[in-house]
């Protein structure tokens, strides 16, 4: 026999999870900041120390990273949380990790033996080979923060992204102030902050560590992961991937100024981020429990708070771009003022179609998404190439802007389409 529940019963239960959900909400946040602050610093005190040269070759190191931190949620966390939104305590963790540690490993192999190939063939490739080292223990604490969040443990996150600030900081600091100007050092003090988050994600989420299991963990995973890498393969082209283009193109140092310009919109990032954290488990759910109808409502709300916020903080570093460069990294930043502005109007075009992303994602229509992104890839590739020949560090950030109206536009095509197709039912698509 059903048990009947009160509607007074009924409006405290939906009241605590609103609470509970506001509270997780806040916490996300607040682990976002961190996290976002201590890169920002990094960024900060490197252009300090070793001027536009010094950030650009950061930048590129910082590109690889994401690279490789971006192929590894594709192939590792966001299956894992898109095919379990239910928050299982403990479920797959061991294997996870240790997945996310091969996935290092095998990245940082590669990146060193192209470090080595660059080095004899006379470039400068010291910071390529000191992120390469590190790279085992930034996925193994990304991997850690990524399952908190999934698990609806975002405290826990905030714990491990705090001791990685730490000693992240600490380590930065003292090395700007004993008057150490290699960039390779503060790479180091990253990766060591990493290391430390890391050992504590793993100690608070009681992962048992193992040695046997990647292979067939990534294995099970690999019929919805195939399509995460695929859209990643176009996303990362579009999104980032095709900076790796301008240090060629401009030089490490021009390079370095649209560097500076990323770094003042870095702090977006940090809402970008948290919303993806919240909003891909968050839109699984509404699917489930709402269908298409629930979906729908979620993304819209969604884009709506990450667009206003998006909208005001790129209004105001547009507006103050010269004094701020100024102020955080010095003099010579000046020049950045305009390409900041132009990196400013790519993020609010992004923001435009952020909760519509979330929901294809959730409802795994990977395979319309990725064709989408291939699409605006193509697009921003040749954007940077044309305009950045012919206009330098301004034609790169106009080639941005592109980036992002192209990147819009595809999700919301692809979102559209989604749902006139009619076809969506609330437990079908996450499981595809």
Same mark, same amino acid.
């Given at each position: 026999?059903?048990?009947?529940?009160?509607?007074?019963?009924?409006?405290?239960?939906? #009241?605590?999870?609103?609470?509970?959900? +506001?509270?997780? *909400?806040?916490?996300?946040?607040?682990?976002?900041?961190?996290?976002?602050?201590?890169?920002?610093?990094?960024?900060?005190?490197?252009?300090?120390?070793?001027?536009?040269?010094?950030?650009?070759?950061?930048?590129?190191?910082?590109?690889?990273?994401?690279?490789?931190? #971006?192929?590894?949620?594709?192939?590792?966390?966001? !299956? =894992?949380?898109?095919?379990?939104?239910?928050?299982?305590?403990?479920?797959?963790? !061991?294997?996870?990790?240790?997945?996310?540690?091969?996935?290092?490993?095998?990245?940082?192999?590669?990146?060193?033996?192209?470090?080595?190939? =660059?080095?004899?063939?006379?470039? %400068?490739?010291?910071?390529?080979?000191?992120?390469?080292?590190?790279?085992?223990?930034?996925?193994?604490?990304?991997?850690?923060?990524?399952?908190?969040?999934?698990?609806?443990?975002?405290?826990?996150?905030?714990?491990?992204? +705090?001791?990685? +600030?730490?000693?992240?900081?600490?380590?930065?600091?003292?090395?700007?102030?004993?008057? /150490?100007?290699?960039?390779?050092?503060?790479?180091?003090?990253?990766?060591?902050?990493?290391?430390?988050?890391?050992?504590?994600?793993?100690?608070?989420?009681?992962? @048992?560590?193992?040695?046997?299991?990647?292979? !067939?963990?990534?294995?099970?995973?690999?019929?919805?992961?195939?399509?995460?890498?695929?859209?990643?393969?176009?996303?990362?082209? *579009?999104?980032? #991937? $095709?900076?790796?283009?301008?240090?060629?193109?401009?030089?490490?140092?021009?390079?370095? $100024?649209?560097?500076?310009? =990323?770094?003042?919109?870095?702090?977006?990032? /940090?809402?970008?981020?948290?919303? #993806?954290?919240?909003?891909? !488990?968050?839109?699984?759910?509404?699917?489930?429990?709402?269908?298409?109808?629930?979906?729908?409502?979620?993304? @819209?709300?969604?884009?709506?708070?990450?667009?206003?916020?998006?909208?005001?903080?790129? %209004?105001?570093?547009?507006?103050?771009?010269?004094?701020?460069?100024?102020?955080?990294?010095?003099?010579?930043?000046?020049?950045?003022?305009?390409?900041?502005?132009?990196?400013?109007?790519?993020?609010?075009?992004?923001?435009?179609?952020?909760?519509?992303?979330?929901?294809?994602? *959730?409802?795994?229509?990977?395979?319309?998404?990725?064709?989408?992104?291939?699409?605006?890839?193509?697009?921003?590739?040749?954007?940077?190439?044309?305009?950045?020949?012919?206009?330098?560090?301004?034609?790169?950030?106009?080639?941005?802007?592109?980036?992002?109206?192209? $990147?819009?536009?595809?999700?919301?095509?692809?979102?559209?389409?989604?749902? @006139?197709?009619?076809?969506?039912?609330?437990?079908?698509?996450?499981?595809?």
């Amino acid at each position: 026999m059903a048990r009947h529940v009160a509607p007074a019963d009924r409006r405290d239960l939906v #009241g605590r999870f609103r609470h509970r959900a +506001a509270e997780r *909400a806040v916490v996300t946040l607040v682990d976002q900041v961190v996290s976002s602050a201590s890169n920002f610093l990094l960024g900060m005190l490197i252009a300090r120390a070793s001027g536009a040269d010094g950030l650009g070759t950061f930048g590129i190191a910082f590109l690889v990273w994401l690279a490789v931190v #971006g192929l590894n949620r594709a192939l590792v966390t966001e !299956p =894992m949380t898109v095919g379990d939104a239910t928050g299982r305590a403990g479920a797959n963790l !061991p294997e996870g990790l240790l997945s996310a540690l091969v996935v290092g490993l095998v990245a940082a192999t590669g990146i060193a033996a192209v470090g080595v190939v =660059m080095h004899l063939a006379g470039v %400068g490739t010291a910071a390529l080979l000191a992120v390469a080292v590190w790279i085992p223990s930034l996925l193994a604490q990304d991997y850690c923060r990524s399952m908190a969040f999934r698990l609806r443990r975002p405290d826990q996150a905030l714990l491990s992204d +705090a001791a990685f +600030a730490v000693v992240q900081v600490a380590s930065s600091l003292a090395l700007y102030l004993g008057g /150490v100007r290699s960039t390779t050092a503060f790479i180091s003090a990253w990766g060591l902050g990493a290391t430390v988050g890391a050992i504590v994600g793993v100690r608070l989420l009681r992962i @048992r560590p193992t040695v046997r299991g990647a292979v !067939p963990h990534l294995r099970a995973l690999w019929p919805r992961s195939r399509w995460f890498v695929a859209e990643f393969g176009t996303s990362f082209p *579009a999104d980032q #991937g $095709y900076l790796l283009l301008l240090p060629v193109l401009l030089g490490t140092a021009q390079f370095g $100024y649209f560097r500076a310009g =990323m770094g003042l919109i870095g702090p977006v990032v /940090v809402v970008f981020i948290a919303g #993806g954290n919240i909003g891909l !488990p968050e839109s699984v759910r509404r699917l489930r429990e709402g269908g298409a109808a629930g979906l729908r409502s979620y993304a @819209r709300s969604l884009t709506a708070v990450v667009l206003a916020v998006t909208v005001v903080y790129c %209004g105001l570093v547009a507006a103050l771009a010269e004094p701020v460069l100024r102020v955080v990294y010095g003099a010579e930043f000046a020049p950045a003022a305009t390409v900041t502005r132009l990196i400013a109007l790519q993020y609010v075009l992004m923001a435009v179609s952020f909760g519509f992303g979330q929901a294809v994602k *959730a409802a795994g229509r990977m395979r319309q998404l990725w064709l989408g992104r291939a699409v605006s890839a193509a697009l921003s590739i040749l954007a940077v190439v044309v305009l950045t020949a012919e206009f330098g560090l301004v034609g790169a950030g106009v080639a941005s802007v592109t980036a992002g109206l192209a $990147y819009s536009t595809g999700v919301l095509v692809v979102h559209h389409r989604m749902h @006139r197709s009619g076809a969506l039912a609330p437990r079908e698509q996450v499981c595809r």
